[in-house]
């Protein structure tokens, strides 16, 4: 008969051996690039949510008058006293096109039992951002409302950034 070539079973067992320890190796290192391609992923949509929450947050403190604790009416919380976790901000309509009613609001706070937050503006409830977990509305002896707001997807790292907007309260104007 002619030459037969093959593996000898000591080939075979030690092929396998090596293959043994260097499978558990790279599936480690796919499980470490999913993971980190997760993380990456969620502190992305975390940071989306608080940057969109900005721009309606600046608008409505740019045309309020007056800056209150929605569930006592109280003027905002001094910083150096504590933080408060919503807010509502009142104007009035001074270009005389708009509703029939001059007066408007928008409050700011987290749907119960949810990451939710809402904007609720004239009664029409919107949503502003989502996985935000955490509220903290303060102002400052020089006018600032600082903002500190927490977003949080399940699994991820908690991402929070301070926001501070410079408040110059607009006088009414008598008709």
């Known amino acids: 008969m002619g030459?037969?070539?093959g593996f000898t079973l000591l080939e075979l067992v030690v092929?396998?051996?090596v293959a043994g320890m260097v499978m558990p190796l790279i599936a480690s290192s796919i499980f470490q690039i999913t993971r980190g391609t997760?993380?990456?992923s969620g502190r992305v949509v975390?940071?989306?949510d608080v940057a969109s929450l900005a721009p309606w947050l600046h608008r409505d403190l740019a045309v309020g008058q007056t800056i209150v604790d929605p569930a006592t009416d109280a003027p905002l919380i001094d910083c150096a006293s504590g933080t408060q976790?919503?807010?509502?901000v009142r104007w009035t309509d001074q270009t005389g096109w708009g509703a029939a009613d001059p007066q408007h609001y928008a409050k700011y706070s987290i749907e119960p039992g949810t990451t939710v937050l809402e904007r609720e503006y004239d009664g029409v409830v919107g949503v502003v951002a989502r996985h935000i977990t955490e509220l903290a509305f303060c102002e400052d002896a020089d006018g600032l409302v600082r903002l500190d707001v927490t977003?949080?997807?399940q699994g991820t790292t908690t991402y929070t950034k301070s926001l501070s907007f410079y408040v110059a309260p607009r006088a009414e104007v008598a008709p």
């Open 3 to 5: 030459n037969q070539r």
């Open 15 to 17: 092929g396998l051996a």
């Open 38 to 40: 997760e993380q990456i």
């Open 46 to 48: 975390s940071a989306a």
């Open 85 to 88: 976790a919503s807010i509502l």
């Open 151 to 153: 977003s949080e997807i």
